[in-house]
C-alpha cells in the first residue's frame, strides 16, 4: 500500500508531537540526576545514528577579546576554494593588484577534500541582542567557522588536516597582506562594533629618503633589525617583546615620516592613539589587547594628551572659570577632560605593566615638540628605550632632500648653504619646500637660489629677534634695576621715618617727666 504525501506528513506531525509530549514530561517530573542520565544516553544514541562530528572555530577567544588566529587562518584556507564551490561569496581589493580576494559569505557551506576524506565547511553568524541598558542598543555579531567530517576520519583531521590548514592559512595572509592604519573608535560612536577602524597603509616614505643624520639613521635601522630578530632573545631575558621609542624636537621635523618609515621597513601595521577618544583605563587595556603582533602604537604629541605631564593644574580663580565657560574651546576642552579618565597611572601600565604581555613584536612611539613637559617616569629607559632628537636641518639631512626632490649630487651653492645651515634654524619641512620646483620645468638653480634666499631671511630675522630680545633683556634688567632702587630707597626712608618718630617720642615723655617731677616737688612743699 502506497503512502500518500498527507497521509505521511500527518505520521510525522503526530512524532513530534510525541517527542516534545515526552520532552516536556521529562522536564517537568524528572529529577536532575536522572535527566543528567537521559541526556547523556539520547546524545550517545545521536552519535550512532549521526556519525559526523564538528568543530567550531569561533572568531573571538576570551570573551571577544581577542580575534582568533584559527578563524583568520581558515578565512585565508577558504579564499581560494571558495571562489570555485561556493555560491555566495564576499570580495576585497587588494593594493597592487588587479584581482579580487573572494572568500564564504556569512551561513555559507562549501565542500572540501583531504587526502581523499570529504569535508563540509560552513560559516555561521548569529546576531545577539545587548540586553544592557543603553541609549544607543545595538546587535552584537557572533561568527565561526564549523568543520564537520565523518568520525572514522577522525585521526587524520585532529593530527594532519588541522594543521595543513593553519600552515596554509598564513602563507596565504603572507602573501596577500596589505598593511593598515587603524584608529582607535570614540567612545561616542556606539554603531562601531569594534574598537578600532582601519584603511589601507600606503605612505611611500623610506629610510633612504628620511633627512636626517646619516650616523643617527643608521643605528635606528640597526637597532630595529635587532628587534625584529629578538624574539629568542627576549624570551632569554625574561621580557615582553616590544620597544619603545621617544621621537622629540620642533614642528616640522620629521617624526611622523619617520613613524611611516619605520612602518615600511619592519612591515608593521600603524595603531594611531588617540588618548582623549578613550572612557577609561580599563577601556585602555581592551584597545590594547586587539592590537596586532607586527604592530606599532603611535601616540603623537603625546605632551597634549590629557594631563601627562606630571604638573599639577594651578586652582583657577572664581573671575578665571567664568571667562573659560564663555569660551567654547575652552569650554569643549574641559567637557572632554571630564569624558577621558585616563591616568597617567593607566598609561604607564598600558606600556610596559601585566597587560603590555598580551601579544609581541610590538614598538611603541610618542612624539613631543617639548620633551622637557612630559613626567619622567613616562619617557625612562625601559619605557621608551631609545629617545631620537628630531632637530633643524643640518647639510647631511639637506644633501637628501637635494637628491629627493631635484636629483641633485652637487651644486655651487652647496658651500653657501652648509654655511647658511650651521647659522639658521630651518626645518626639513622648510628646507623641503624652498626646493620643491614651483613649475613644470623650472631650473634646478632657481631652486636651489630660492632656499639661499630663504635661508639669508631667517638669518636675517633671527639676528633682528636676537638684537631684540637682548635689548628687551637690557630693559628689563634696567627696570629691575630702577625697582630695586626705588625698594631701597622707600627701605631707607621708612628707616629715617621710624627713627624721627622716635627721637619725637623721646622729647614728649622727657617734657611729661619734667612736668609730673615738678608738680611732686609742689605738693611736698
Given at each position: 500500500m502506497v503512502m500518500t504525501m498527507g497521509e505521511?506528513?500527518?505520521?510525522?506531525?503526530?512524532?513530534?508531537?510525541?517527542?516534545?509530549?515526552?520532552?516536556?514530561?521529562?522536564?517537568?517530573?524528572?529529577?536532575?540526576?536522572?535527566?543528567?542520565?537521559?541526556?547523556?544516553?539520547?546524545?550517545?544514541?545521536?552519535?550512532?545514528?549521526?556519525?559526523?562530528?564538528?568543530?567550531?572555530?569561533?572568531e573571538y577567544t576570551g570573551e571577544r577579546l581577542r580575534r582568533s588566529e584559527a578563524f583568520t587562518a581558515i578565512q585565508n584556507y577558504l579564499a581560494s576554494r571558495s571562489s570555485i564551490r561556493a555560491t555566495r561569496m564576499r570580495a576585497e581589493a587588494v593594493k597592487n593588484t588587479k584581482s579580487l580576494i573572494l572568500s564564504m559569505d556569512d551561513n555559507e557551506e562549501v565542500i572540501d577534500e583531504y587526502e581523499g576524506v570529504k569535508i563540509w565547511w560552513t560559516s555561521t553568524k548569529v546576531m545577539l541582542n545587548n540586553k544592557s541598558f543603553s541609549r544607543y542598543p545595538s546587535n552584537d555579531e557572533k561568527r565561526s567557522y564549523q568543520l564537520t567530517f565523518h568520525r572514522q576520519h577522525r585521526e587524520i583531521i585532529l593530527e594532519t588536516f588541522i594543521h595543513h590548514i593553519m600552515e596554509e592559512g598564513k602563507s596565504v595572509e603572507k602573501k596577500n597582506r596589505q598593511r593598515k592604519l587603524y584608529m582607535n573608535s570614540s567612545k561616542n560612536e556606539w554603531w562601531h562594533k569594534s574598537n578600532w577602524r582601519h584603511v589601507p597603509f600606503e605612505h611611500p616614505a623610506k629610510f633612504r629618503t628620511l633627512a636626517m643624520d646619516p650616523e643617527m639613521k643608521q643605528g635606528l635601522i640597526n637597532d630595529l633589525i635587532k628587534f625584529k630578530n629578538g624574539k629568542e632573545y627576549y624570551e632569554k631575558v625574561g621580557k615582553a617583546w616590544k620597544r619603545g621609542y621617544l621621537l622629540y624636537g620642533p614642528p616640522g621635523t620629521g617624526k611622523s615620516t619617520m613613524i611611516a618609515a619605520i612602518?615600511?621597513?619592519?612591515?608593521?601595521?600603524?595603531?594611531?592613539?588617540?588618548?582623549?577618544?578613550?572612557?577609561?583605563?580599563?577601556?585602555?587595556?581592551?584597545?590594547?589587547?586587539?592590537?596586532?603582533?607586527?604592530?606599532?602604537?603611535?601616540?603623537?604629541?603625546?605632551?597634549?594628551?590629557?594631563?601627562?605631564?606630571?604638573q599639577r593644574k594651578k586652582k583657577k580663580?572664581?573671575?578665571?572659570?567664568?571667562?573659560?565657560?564663555?569660551?567654547?574651546?575652552?569650554?569643549?576642552?574641559?567637557?572632554?577632560?571630564?569624558?577621558?579618565?585616563?591616568?597617567?597611572?593607566?598609561?604607564?601600565?598600558?606600556?610596559?605593566?601585566?597587560?603590555?604581555?598580551?601579544?609581541?613584536?610590538?614598538?611603541?612611539?610618542?612624539?613631543?615638540?617639548?620633551?622637557?613637559?612630559?613626567?619622567?617616569?613616562?619617557?625612562?629607559?625601559?619605557?621608551?628605550?631609545?629617545?631620537?632628537?628630531?632637530?633643524?636641518?643640518?647639510?647631511?639631512a639637506f644633501k637628501v632632500l637635494s637628491m629627493n626632490y631635484l636629483d641633485v649630487e652637487w651644486h655651487e651653492s652647496y658651500h653657501r648653504i652648509d654655511q647658511l645651515l650651521k647659522e639658521t634654524e630651518m626645518t626639513p619641512a622648510d628646507v623641503a619646500e624652498n626646493l620643491m620646483p614651483k613649475y613644470e620645468g623650472e631650473e634646478t638653480d632657481e631652486c636651489f637660489k630660492r632656499l639661499v634666499n630663504a635661508l639669508e631671511r631667517g638669518k636675517e630675522e633671527a639676528k633682528k629677534k636676537a638684537e631684540e630680545e637682548a635689548e628687551a633683556a637690557k630693559e628689563a634688567e634696567k627696570e629691575k634695576e630702577e625697582k630695586e632702587a626705588a625698594t631701597k630707597k622707600e627701605e631707607e626712608s621708612s628707616i629715617y621715618t621710624a627713627e624721627n618718630n622716635g627721637i619725637k617720642c623721646n622729647g614728649v615723655a622727657t617734657k611729661e617727666a619734667k612736668e609730673n617731677g615738678h608738680m611732686e616737688n609742689n605738693q611736698n612743699s
Open positions: 505521511l506528513w500527518t505520521q510525522v506531525g503526530s512524532l513530534m508531537a510525541t517527542v516534545v509530549f515526552v520532552c516536556a514530561i521529562i522536564q517537568q517530573y524528572f529529577p536532575d540526576p536522572l535527566r543528567g542520565h537521559i541526556d547523556r544516553y539520547a546524545h550517545k544514541l545521536t552519535g550512532f545514528l549521526y556519525p559526523y562530528i564538528t568543530i567550531t572555530f569561533p612602518a615600511n621597513f619592519m612591515e608593521y601595521d600603524v595603531y594611531d592613539l588617540e588618548l582623549t577618544s578613550v572612557k577609561d583605563n580599563s577601556e585602555l587595556k581592551k584597545l590594547l589587547i586587539e592590537i596586532s603582533n607586527k604592530s606599532i602604537i603611535v601616540i603623537e604629541d603625546i605632551d597634549c594628551s590629557l594631563d601627562l605631564t606630571g580663580t572664581e573671575d578665571e572659570e567664568d571667562k573659560e565657560m564663555k569660551d567654547p574651546v575652552k569650554e569643549a576642552e574641559k567637557e572632554e577632560e571630564k569624558q577621558s579618565k585616563v591616568t597617567l597611572s593607566g598609561l604607564l601600565n598600558f606600556i610596559d605593566g601585566i597587560w603590555s604581555a598580551c601579544g609581541g613584536e610590538r614598538l611603541i612611539i610618542f612624539t613631543t615638540n617639548h620633551k622637557e613637559k612630559l613626567d619622567e617616569a613616562l619617557i625612562r629607559r625601559g619605557r621608551m628605550d631609545k629617545h631620537i632628537e628630531m632637530s633643524y636641518c643640518s647639510f647631511a
